[in-house]
């Protein structure tokens, strides 16, 4: 059964201290990896898919990258917008759809 | 604006009640994937429809059933409704390019009473 765990459940930094969420997974044969953000009451958003082993996206304070067991998700110098919840999710080779993980609670502090 | 549609934001029912939630994709989009997100299990799948026709199946109980109409719109109905249906119901869609992954809706937030 294809799975995925995140930690921390909960992370609190100051703004400007950077640091990374983990996200493992177990799944057979990896199709992508992706990495959403997800505000209090909405929908998911979109940030990151990753493919293979070795790949790294970037996208403004957020860099995700991603081995053959896990991916991390990397934010530099944090601002409080970036307070959400990040979630991370697999699709396998032979799905369609994906299996989240439980997500990490991101609250950076002015 | 994601371009997905779920309608209505909110909804309130009793017990034993049925409801119908519906989800209009991104124009172009021809898969529509169903989840559910409650407190303490998080986003789990349901169901997906691609042009018309169920896919998969996830954890969806034999209350809940979706359909997927011409027009490529959803809906998920949930009948005998218990407490621990409340929750937030989320449509997502995509398209042919797995690059971006889903586009998910604001979603229905569920409260039965």
């Known amino acids: 059964e294809d799975q995925v765990t995140q930690s921390p459940e909960a992370l609190r930094l100051q703004e400007g201290e950077s640091s990374s969420l983990n996200c493992s997974y177990t799944?057979?044969?990896?199709?992508?990896l992706f990495w959403y953000r997800q505000d209090p009451g909405k929908g998911p958003e979109f940030l990151f898919t990753l493919y293979s082993a070795g790949e790294e996206k970037e996208k403004e304070r957020l860099k995700a990258t991603l081995t053959k067991k896990e991916s991390f998700l990397h934010i530099t110098a944090p601002k409080p917008e970036d307070s959400a919840t990040y979630l991370c999710a697999v699709q396998a080779n032979y799905g369609q759809n994906f299996v989240f993980g439980p997500g990490t609670r991101l609250s950076v502090l002015p | 604006d994601s371009g997905v549609t779920q309608t209505p934001k909110h909804l309130i029912t009793a017990t034993g009640q049925r409801v119908t939630l519906r989800c209009s994709p991104r124009?172009?989009?021809?898969?529509v994937y169903w989840y559910q997100q409650s407190l303490d299990q998080g986003l789990q799948f349901l169901i997906h429809?691609?042009?018309?026709?169920?896919?998969a199946k996830g954890n969806i109980l034999e209350r809940f059933s979706a359909q997927q109409f011409p027009d490529l719109h959803s809906e998920l109905n949930l009948s005998s409704l218990e407490l621990g249906d409340s929750a937030l119901y989320f449509c997502a869609s995509r398209g042919a390019g797995a690059n971006y992954g889903y586009t998910f809706g604001s979603g229905t937030r569920l409260t039965v009473v």
């Open positions: 124009s172009g989009d021809l898969s």
């Open positions: 799944v057979s044969g990896l199709r992508g």
């Open positions: 429809y691609y042009n018309g026709e169920e896919r």
